[in-house]
C-alpha cells in the first residue's frame, strides 16, 4: 500500500507552526482518553471574549489518526487566527481504527464540544465553520450536508448512524455555518473520474474492504451529494488542475450537484498540485466573513419581520417561548422534515441559539404547526 506521507497527503505549508499564538493543546473532545479523540486549538493574539471558529482536518487518505500537529498551520491556520478566529486541529480516527461512519462521528463530536464548552474555550457559537484538505475535505463536505439529516439514514439496504453518539454532549448541536474542501475526493464511488491516483486501498477499508460496486449503498452514505437539500450551509471548492492524487473531477463534480441542490457554491479551479493552495487562504477568510455576515443579517431581518408565531408564541433571537401555555411536547423540524431537536417545553422556552439560519416548522403536541425563519 502506498503510504500517505509519501505523496503528501498531510498537506503543504505544514512545516511553520503557531507556537507564538496562544493554544490549548491535546484536548480530548470524546472524554475517553485516547490519543485520536485529540484536539489543539489556536487563538488570535487580539484578546477577546469570543471568537468565531474554523475547524480544519488534515489530509491523510484517512490512514493516520495523530495529523493534528500538521494540519496546515502555515496556510489555513495563520490565515485563520490572523482574521480573528479560533482554529482548531483535530484528531479523527483512521480507517485502521474504525469503519465509516466512525471518521465523521468524530468530526461532528468535535462541534458539539466546542459549544458544550463554548465558555471556556471562548467559542462564538453564532459561527462554526469547518475546512478540510484532501480526506479531511471529504469530512468537511460531509458536515456541510449531513447537519440535519435523521440520526438513523438508509441507503438502500445500508443504515448508517452518521451523527454518531461520541463524546459527553450528544444534546448539543453539531451543525457548521459554511464549509472550506481543498482537493478533497468527495465523491467516493466514483474516486477515479481522472487522471489520478487510484484511492481505493484506501477507501475500502472504510467499508470493509468492500468495493463500490459491492457495497453501493454504504458508499453513497459516506458521499457528501447523497444528502443535499436548500437549508445547506454554502461551500467553497478550491482544486489543482495538475493535482496527481485526487482528480479535479470530483471538486467539478460536487460542485454541480450542489448547485443543482440549490446550495450557495463556490468554485475555484488552480494550476496547482495536490495541496492547500495559500494564495486562495484569503479567498476561504472573505468567503467565510461573507457567510458570517450574511447569517448574522438573516437573524437580525428575521428577527425584526417575525416576532409572534401566535397569541402567546414568541421568537427571539436565541429562544421561542410558549407564554401561558404550559408544558408542551415539541419537535423542531427543517423543512423537509427532518427533526433538528425534540423535547418538552416549559416557561424558559426552547432554546434555538444552535440551529443554523434557515426555515423551521414547530410542531407542538396539540397538533400546531407554525413555520418561520431564523
Not at 471538486?251 to 494564495?279: F, N
Amino acid at each position: 500500500m502506498y503510504s500517505y506521507a509519501q505523496y503528501g497527503f498531510g498537506g503543504f505549508g505544514s512545516n511553520e507552526n503557531l507556537n507564538s499564538y496562544p493554544s490549548k493543546k491535546d484536548i480530548n473532545y470524546a472524554g475517553d482518553g485516547k490519543s485520536y479523540h485529540a484536539m489543539d486549538v489556536y487563538y488570535p493574539k487580539e484578546a477577546k471574549d469570543s471568537y468565531p471558529v474554523i475547524i480544519h482536518i488534515y489530509g491523510s487518505a484517512w490512514s493516520s489518526n495523530n495529523g493534528k500537529g500538521g494540519a496546515d498551520l502555515g496556510t489555513v491556520g495563520k490565515a485563520a487566527v490572523e482574521a480573528g478566529y479560533i482554529f482548531v486541529t483535530p484528531n479523527h480516527r483512521s480507517n485502521s481504527d474504525a469503519q465509516w461512519p466512525g471518521q465523521i462521528n468524530d468530526i461532528k463530536a468535535v462541534a458539539r464540544y466546542l459549544r458544550g464548552n463554548a465558555e471556556e474555550l471562548k467559542v462564538d457559537t453564532s459561527f462554526i465553520a469547518i475546512s478540510g484538505f484532501s480526506s479531511g475535505g471529504h469530512l468537511a463536505t460531509m458536515m456541510g450536508t449531513s447537519r440535519n439529516v435523521e440520526k438513523e439514514y438508509t441507503v438502500g439496504s445500508a443504515t448508517m448512524d452518521i451523527e454518531g453518539s461520541v463524546g459527553n454532549f450528544t444534546e448539543f448541536s453539531s451543525s457548521v455555518d459554511a464549509v472550506c474542501d481543498w482537493s478533497g475526493p468527495v465523491i467516493l464511488d466514483k474516486v477515479n473520474c481522472g487522471n489520478a491516483m487510484d484511492l481505493n486501498s484506501f477507501i475500502a477499508p472504510l467499508f470493509g474492504n468492500c468495493s463500490a460496486s459491492q457495497c453501493p449503498d454504504k458508499y453513497a452514505l459516506a458521499t457528501a451529494v447523497t444528502f443535499i437539500d436548500p437549508s445547506d450551509p454554502p461551500y467553497m471548492i478550491v482544486h489543482g488542475s495538475a493535482d496527481p492524487i485526487v482528480a479535479q473531477c470530483q471538486s467539478e463534480m460536487l460542485y454541480d450537484e450542489l448547485k443543482k441542490g440549490g446550495v450557495e457554491c463556490e468554485y475555484i479551479p488552480t494550476g496547482g498540485q495536490h495541496g492547500v493552495s495559500g494564495d486562495k487562504c484569503p479567498d476561504m477568510i472573505s468567503f467565510f466573513n461573507k457567510a458570517r455576515e450574511k447569517k448574522a443579517e438573516s437573524i437580525h431581518t428575521s428577527n425584526d419581520n417575525i416576532n409572534t408565531l401566535k397569541t402567546g408564541i414568541y421568537l427571539d433571537e436565541n429562544k421561542i417561548f410558549l407564554a401561558n401555555n404550559g408544558r408542551q411536547s415539541f419537535s423542531l423540524m427543517i423543512v423537509t422534515g427532518s427533526v433538528v431537536c425534540q423535547g418538552v417545553a416549559d416557561d424558559s422556552g426552547i432554546d434555538i441559539s444552535h440551529l443554523p439560519s434557515g426555515i423551521y416548522i414547530l410542531r407542538l403536541e396539540n397538533e400546531a404547526v407554525f413555520k418561520f425563519s431564523k
